[in-house]
């Protein structure tokens, strides 16, 4: 089993970063890679971003998102920029085990409680 606790979500002004972070424990060695998906209200939840858990490439940027990790520390980051009002939504981390179908989205097997994310405007 894995657990997964985010944390690092808010409130922020539009324009404003935030960095969540998401801390693995438990069966760790079973991760192949880790995700991050939100859930605005009354909307489905969307896929954000996604790493591998080991190899080379410890970051990833896509528009505003930045996906990072930290395996000593056993954490990924997503760092979001400039954000916008449409960017509130709670936000998960997840983690897709060794074997499984990743990156396809529906391969994540654990999932975090989640941080809710506000932006005003």
């Known amino acids: 089993q894995v657990q997964l606790v985010e944390s690092g979500g808010g409130l922020v002004q539009a324009g404003g970063s935030l960095r969540l972070s998401c801390a693995a424990s438990?069966?760790?060695?079973?991760?192949?890679?880790m995700g991050w998906f939100r859930q605005a209200p009354g909307k489905k939840r969307e896929f954000v971003s996604s790493?591998?858990?080991?190899?080379s490439n410890s970051d990833s940027v896509k528009g505003r998102f930045t996906i990072s990790r930290d395996n000593a520390k056993r954490t990924v980051y997503l760092q979001i920029d400039s954000l916008r009002p449409e960017d509130t939504a709670v936000y998960y981390c997840?983690?897709?085990?060794?074997?499984?179908?990743?990156?396809?989205?529906?391969?994540?097997?654990?999932w975090g409680q989640g941080t809710q994310v506000t932006v005003s405007s």
């Open positions: 997840a983690a897709a085990r060794i074997g499984s179908a990743w990156p396809d989205h529906q391969s994540y097997s654990y």
């Open positions: 790493i591998r858990w080991s190899g």
């Open positions: 438990g069966d760790t060695f079973s991760i192949a890679a």
